[in-house]
């Protein structure tokens, strides 16, 4: 008789219960997605460990309080991008901090310090849209935009249907598209047309 899988959600209560093993069961499952992700966020092998270990030791936190309450697999996905982007962070304010000479080559191949400028306002407009947004609708958006998730596998992740992650989606690009309507090419050449 075949021996049936335990579910993330029974290995997750079996972890609160004080089980360590059934963390590492959980980690096992879904480790090739988890270090796939961490991999892309780091620059080398060394950083996206780091990455990796820090983000499933503050998912094993969270386990452990009960406080996961969607899918495992989605949850401990957005830790890592999360740690991942902290990383990244920090790396950049030690670069902006960082005193390098400024060849002719990277001036000229380079963004000029005013789009550079604007490229970080963008940036951090998208972010805060995005952290506007409902959980749900944020988690869709994050595993189907910009981790390439198919609807299935993000439905997966997200345990629900696919027909409830194309709904999440098109009620998060909608309200993204409200939010940030005046970031659109034509709308921006516009305000420059009238000085503003």
Request: aromatic share 6%; with cysteine; proline share 3%.
């Amino acid at each position: 008789m075949p021996v049936r899988l335990q579910s993330d959600r029974e290995l997750l209560q079996r972890y609160q219960q004080g089980e360590e093993a059934a963390f590492e069961q959980l980690y096992r499952r879904y480790r090739r997605r988890l270090w796939g992700m961490a991999r892309r966020m780091g620059r080398d092998h060394q950083q996206a460990e780091d990455i990796l270990v820090e983000a499933l030791a503050a998912v094993a936190v969270q386990a452990r309080k009960g406080a996961i309450q969607g899918s495992f697999i989605g949850y401990a996905l957005t830790a890592v991008h999360h740690r991942g982007l902290h990383v990244l962070e920090r790396r950049n304010e030690r670069w902006g901090r960082a005193i390098q000479p400024l060849s002719l080559a990277m001036a000229a191949s380079g963004p000029s310090p005013e789009q550079a400028v604007v490229d970080s306002s963008i940036r951090c407009e998208v972010t805060a849209a995005l952290g506007e947004l409902p959980e749900s609708e944020r988690s869709a958006v994050y595993l189907v935009d910009c981790q390439g998730l198919t609807y299935r596998e993000a439905a997966e992740a997200l345990a629900c249907s696919e027909a409830t992650v194309k709904r999440r989606l098109r009620s998060a690009r909608r309200e993204l598209a409200e939010r940030l309507h005046h970031l659109r090419p034509a709308s921006r050449m516009g305000e420059t047309d009238r000085g503003l």
